[in-house]
């Protein structure tokens, strides 16, 4: 069965104190890892997909990185704008394009 | 262009009513699909479309029934909603990935309540 792991549950850091999100995975065969945001009361919105180990994809302040088994989204200088639930999703081989989402890591960037 | 769209954005239903929620997209996706997220679980697909005319069943399709009649459409119905309902839907949509990337691209969500 796929799975989805992602840590820590939350995290709380100040503004310009750089860190990184993790997320582990467990499927057959990896088509792609992507990475959501979600703010309150909002839809997912897509940021990156990565689809083999050793890529990496940036954004702004965010940077995507994917291995055999993990993947890291690095949150450096963050502002408070960056605040949000992250969430990864694995997508296996197969028909459907499926996603199997992990529960999100709470991102709060305090002044 | 709109996006994904969903209908209604709230609703509160009793125990043994039915109601069925909309989702729209307008960027000529073939795959769409219909998740509930509820506080630490995650999102969790509960069917899902491949193309007009088609549907599948999910992680959790029990209760509820779909139907894609037409392409930029995807209906989610709850025949005899129960408590255990209560969540916040979502709908998306992607491409079928032939030369384009599988990301999905959400809707604002439905937040449903059965009492």
């Known amino acids: 069965e796929d799975q989805v792991t992602q840590s820590p549950e939350a995290l709380r850091l100040q503004e310009g104190e750089s860190s990184s999100l993790n997320c582990s995975y467990t499927?057959?065969?990896?088509?792609?890892l992507f990475w959501y945001r979600q703010d309150p009361g909002k839809g997912p919105e897509f940021l990156f997909t990565l689809y083999s180990a050793g890529e990496e994809k940036e954004k702004e302040r965010l940077k995507a990185t994917l291995t055999k088994k993990e993947s890291f989204l690095h949150i450096t200088a963050p502002k408070p704008e960056d605040s949000a639930t992250y969430l990864c999703a694995a997508q296996e081989t197969g028909g459907g394009n499926k996603l199997t989402f992990g529960t999100g890591t709470q991102l709060k960037v305090e002044l | 262009n709109a996006g994904v769209t969903q209908t209604p954005k709230f609703r509160v239903l009793k125990t043994g009513q039915s109601m069925t929620l909309l989702c729209a997209q307008d960027m000529n996706h073939e795959y769409m699909y219909w998740y509930r997220q509820d506080p630490g679980m995650g999102l969790r697909l509960i069917h899902y479309?491949?193309?007009?005319?088609?549907?599948a069943k999910g992680e959790v399709p029990d209760g509820y029934n779909v139907s894609r009649l037409k392409k930029q459409n995807f209906l989610l119905g709850l025949e005899s909603a129960a408590p255990s309902q209560t969540s916040v839907y979502f709908c998306?949509?992607?491409?079928?990935?032939?030369?384009?990337?599988?990301?999905?691209?959400f809707g604002p969500g439905t937040r449903l309540t059965v009492t």
């Open positions: 479309s491949v193309g007009e005319g088609t549907t």
């Open positions: 499927v057959s065969g990896l088509r792609g």
């Open positions: 998306a949509s992607s491409w079928d990935g032939r030369g384009f990337d599988y990301e999905q691209y």
